[in-house]
Every structure is written in structure tokens, then in C-alpha cells.
């Protein structure tokens, strides 16, 4: 099964920073990550998918980047709504598995 | 609008069965795979199990392959996720999950249904 490791698994920021989350693979996954955002009582929500596609509606202050192994995603500017868990996955291969969490909290 | 709304959590006994049911709207049902996904209290994002858009293929993850069957009724727009020898570790909100432009990610996602495994 591919592993994926998270970091930071907690980052405390300010409105209006730049933020960046990473995430490793146990092997190459050529461009097949996903990123979600999940805000307590609610159903995540899918950011970015094939490493740096924005999905529709999602503000283009998010972005992402990598392919291999290692990925990034990027909050340009961190908004108060933007204060939520990301959860990277992998859909190379079957099981399909998540990250273990980053937190944004507000600093 | 499409949704997915999840029903069918509760409480059981360690070793009861339990169906899920997810009803879908809004899209074609038959032309998405979906999945399961659940996550335990305080705990991150697991995937349990997807199927394809016709039901001919299905998947598992290692902790609950032999115990979970997951199953679709296009007829009826219905996705279903029969647990039997439930444990305390499936204890956790049961998210159905549609998938997106790719079979394995997931763009619409249910508010999740509770199972609670517990003597």
C-alpha cells in the first residue's frame, strides 16, 4: 500500500500568510494526488486533483504542485474561511489512501 | 444540485452486521463510481471501498476486505455497504462519496452516517 506523510500535522498562521503543506508518497505516484479541505461538522471537500488542477469554484488563491513523490500544497494568502484540516490522497493505485492531516489553526 | 445522503448508522454490538445506504441525486447515478470513506472520532481520512459505475468492479481496503461488501442499485440510484463482523475499530462517521473527473477522487461527498461498535 502507498503511504502518505503529511507535514507539517499542525501549522498556527495568520490571515493574509503564505502558507505550504507537504506531502510525501512511500513511491512514486507520477501526478495522481488530490487535496481536500474538511471543516469541522462538515463533509471534506476536494481542492486540487491531479497534483495541481484547480477544481471548479475552489478560489485560486489555493494552488498545488509536485509529482513523484513529494507534493506541496499552497495557500497564496490564508483567508479566515481557509482555517480547516487538508487531507492530501492518492489515486495511483488501489487501496486508495489519505494523508494523515494538517490543522490550520489561527495564530 | 447533486447530493448523496447517507443513512442506516447506529449502534451495535461487536460482531453484528449493519447496512449503509447512500441515496444519490442530481446526476447519473450509473455513470460514476462512488466510494466509501469513514473517519473515526479524532482521527483522519480512511477509504474503505469504491465500486464502479456499472457495480462489475469493486474495491477494499485490507481493514475490512472479507467483512464489507459494497453494492450498487443504479435502478434505485442506491449505494449500499453491507458490514458484518463489525469490530471496535469501525466505529467512525461513514462518508459516501461520489466520484469526479477521475474514478478515484471524490467531488461530492454525503454528511456522513454514524456506526457505533461498542458491547
Known amino acids: 500500500d502507498i503511504q502518505l506523510t503529511q507535514s507539517p500535522s499542525f501549522l498556527s498562521a495568520s490571515v493574509g500568510d503564505r502558507v505550504t503543506i507537504t506531502c510525501r508518497a512511500s513511491?512514486?505516484?507520477?501526478?495522481?494526488l488530490a487535496w481536500y479541505q474538511e471543516k469541522a461538522g462538515k463533509a471534506p471537500k476536494l481542492l486540487i486533483y491531479?497534483?495541481?488542477t484547480l477544481q471548479s469554484g475552489v478560489p485560486s488563491r489555493f494552488s498545488g504542485s509536485g509529482s513523484g513523490t513529494e507534493f506541496t500544497l499552497t495557500i497564496s494568502s490564508l483567508q479566515p474561511e481557509d482555517f480547516a484540516t487538508y487531507y492530501c490522497?492518492?489515486?495511483?493505485?488501489?487501496?486508495?489512501?489519505f494523508g494523515g492531516g494538517t490543522k490550520v489553526e489561527i495564530k | 444540485e447533486v447530493q448523496v445522503l447517507e443513512s442506516g448508522g447506529g449502534l451495535v454490538q461487536p460482531g453484528e452486521s449493519l447496512r449503509l445506504s447512500c441515496a444519490a441525486s442530481?446526476?447519473?447515478?450509473?455513470?460514476?463510481?462512488m466510494s466509501w470513506v469513514r473517519q473515526a472520532p479524532g482521527k483522519g481520512l480512511e477509504w474503505v471501498s469504491g465500486?464502479?459505475?456499472?457495480?462489475?468492479?469493486?474495491y477494499y481496503a485490507d481493514s475490512v476486505k472479507g467483512r464489507f461488501t459494497i453494492s450498487r442499485d443504479n435502478s434505485k440510484n442506491t449505494l449500499y455497504l453491507q458490514m458484518n463482523s463489525l469490530r471496535a475499530e469501525d466505529t467512525a462517521v461513514y462518508y459516501c462519496?461520489?466520484?469526479?473527473?477521475?474514478?478515484?477522487?471524490?467531488?461530492?461527498w454525503g454528511q456522513g452516517t454514524l456506526v457505533t461498535v461498542s458491547s
Open positions: 462519496a461520489k466520484a469526479g473527473i477521475a474514478a478515484r477522487i471524490f467531488d461530492s
Open positions: 442530481g446526476f447519473t447515478f450509473s455513470s460514476y463510481a
Open positions: 465500486i464502479s459505475g456499472s457495480g462489475g468492479s469493486t
Open positions: 513511491q512514486g505516484i507520477s501526478s495522481y
Open positions: 491531479a497534483a495541481s
Open positions: 490522497q492518492q489515486l495511483n493505485s488501489y487501496p486508495l489512501t
